[in-house]
């Protein structure tokens, strides 16, 4: 039988090397307490990844700066962190010979009203589109915050390194304040930090390359890039492209292509359209690309890999069946689907549509985290109403998985 090419090794500059093609793709978690601390749930869930087969897994988000979270639970990466809890968790999910990065990440403007503290972004343009009413204008950041900023992700790449993970990913995508630095829509500062291109990618440059003088040339070090914005005026693939090879030339050792943001969210044909990008960038690129969202079937992985993609993320898929990875290698499954979710009223449907999925997924992980298997039901009302139960009010903030 021949081994399908989602099971041959990957080596990334870094010199650590993936044992497999399937990577475990970024989902908030929202398990962290108040302290914003890895908790026994986060051990647990990243130890059933571990085991479930994936070579690589990519954390949710985890904040580099505890004033600006962007979601419920969210965890956070800075001084007042508890290494030990970080390295419980690192230790947990490289303990299959498994890879383990920790996304590292700040909500700018994409920070839910009600947290307490106004946003802080490129520039005072507020947050447009259905969700808008969600979170609060944001003022625009001086040069000091924006040198504080950068170093608070350098300090938060240096704590993952002394606890144990094999890397970090930059996230650069989805509307958070790094993708709005590089949006022409959302940043109009006259600064170095804004303008042209070369202004607006210099915020992203310099958090990559105070990283990787931090953490050397061993660490893995990968960016999160939206394809596009999906916005007339926003990043566009064409900025994309340009920032590819930019960071292709700085030494990233892998880019991972997604798309969207919470005023143009893509949740559902991330499988089609972005893959088309991430299919375009791979025959330019030399860094390998990552594509995520949408993949149903191992004939869909298996023919993106033939297109030059280097590594396919996988994220609902793992919520729902954690050893994907393995039964696909043993030939147990070769397609799978993600259900439609519906509390059985239409009405409560339509008026929480944004919520139900996360609630939903949120779920599922924490039942991993509890040691449970995930639910078979789709019946998502029960996982609504933990959800509320889990975080309060703050749980009908807007947000993505």
């Not at 299959?96 to 802080?120: C, D, E, F, W, Y």
């Not at 972004?121 to 040198?147: D, K, V, Y």
């Not at 500062?189 to 303008?195: I, L």
């Not at 044909?269 to 390998?288: M, W």
Request: neutral net charge.
């Amino acid at each position: 039988m021949t081994l399908s090419p989602l099971f041959t090794g990957i080596t990334f500059s870094s010199g650590q090397q993936a044992k497999n093609r399937m990577v475990k793709a970024a989902m908030s978690e929202a398990l962290a307490k108040s302290d914003h601390n890895p908790t026994p749930e986060h051990i647990r869930l990243y130890a059933r990844w571990a085991a479930g087969g994936a070579s690589t897994l990519i954390t949710g988000n985890v904040m580099v700066d505890r004033r600006y979270l962007g979601e419920p639970g969210n965890l956070v990466l800075d001084a007042k962190s508890d290494l030990r809890a970080f390295g419980a968790w690192a230790t947990a999910a490289t303990g299959q010979g498994t890879l383990a990065l920790v996304q590292l990440n700040h909500p700018g403007k994409q920070m839910p009203r009600g947290s307490g503290r106004q946003p802080i972004a490129p520039s005072a343009q507020p947050l447009e589109g259905e969700l808008a009413t969600g979170f609060a204008p944001p003022r625009a950041m001086t040069l000091a915050e924006i040198e504080e900023t950068i170093q608070a992700f350098v300090l938060a790449a240096q704590l993952a390194q002394q606890a144990g993970f094999s890397g970090v990913e930059i996230h650069a995508a989805h509307g958070y304040l790094i993708n709005q630095f590089l949006s022409p829509a959302d940043n109009q500062r006259s600064d170095e930090y804004g303008g042209s291109f070369e202004n607006r990618a210099r915020f992203l440059q310099e958090i990559y390359e105070g990283i990787r003088q931090a953490v050397g040339k061993d660490f893995i070090v990968g960016l999160k890039l939206n394809a596009t914005d999906f916005s007339e005026a926003g990043f566009s693939f064409e900025d994309c492209q340009r920032l590819v090879a930019l960071m292709q030339e700085a030494g990233a050792d892998f880019i991972e292509i997604s798309g969207g943001n919470y005023s143009s969210p893509v949740f559902g044909g991330e499988g089609t359209e972005l893959l088309t990008y991430a299919k375009a960038l791979a025959q330019q690129a030399t860094v390998p690309i990552i594509s995520t969202g949408g993949f149903r079937s191992v004939e869909a992985m298996e023919e993106a890999l033939a297109d030059g993609v280097s590594m396919i993320g996988l994220a609902r898929p793992l919520a729902l069946k954690p050893e994907l990875p393995t039964e696909i290698r043993r030939g147990q499954v070769h397609s799978w689907q993600t259900p439609r979710v519906t509390t059985g009223s239409r009405h409560l449907d339509r008026a929480l549509q944004f919520l139900l999925s996360i609630s939903y997924y949120e779920g599922q992980m924490r039942r991993l985290g509890r040691g449970k298997e995930p639910a078979s039901s789709t019946k998502v009302l029960p996982f609504l109403l933990a959800t509320l139960a889990h975080h309060g009010r703050s749980a009908l903030r807007p947000r993505r998985i």
